[in-house]
């Protein structure tokens, strides 16, 4: 099973921007779909994007397109997503993940990481 580990998460001001990585225990993390996804205070937790095992193939929700931007280093095991331009309803612990079967928000998955709290203030 593949571990996964998030970091990257802290305190911004509406308006900014953050990084968050999410680095694979195995290598085989590269033949793995990945994504992010996110639960805000007292919510569900949420899809936000995915990325195929080469890059290629991206998807994201709606309230994220054109403010964040998902990537992977495969030959560092690592997965980022890129986030501009937050707002405060961005504020959720953000978790990683690696695809077993499926896309986007429906699908069954191999390994969670342990989350990163990203808090934006207005």
């Known amino acids: 099973q593949v571990q996964l580990v998030e970091s990257g998460g802290g305190l911004v001001q509406a308006g900014g921007s953050l990084r968050l990585s999410c680095a694979a225990s195995r290598r085989s993390f590269s033949a793995y779909p990945m994504g992010w996804f996110r639960q805000p205070p007292g919510k569900e937790r949420e899809f936000v994007a995915c990325?195929?095992?080469?890059?290629?193939?991206?998807y994201y929700v709606d309230s994220v397109k054109g403010r964040f931007t998902i990537s992977r280093d495969r030959a560092k095991n690592t997965m980022y997503l890129q986030m501009n331009s937050l707002k405060p309803e961005d504020t959720a612990v953000y978790y990683c993940?690696?695809?077993?079967?499926?896309?986007?928000?429906?699908?069954?998955?191999?390994?969670w990481g342990q989350g990163t709290q990203v808090t934006v203030s207005s």
């Open positions: 993940a690696a695809y077993k079967t499926g896309w986007g928000p429906s699908a069954d998955f191999a390994s």
């Open positions: 990325i195929n095992w080469s890059g290629g193939d991206t």
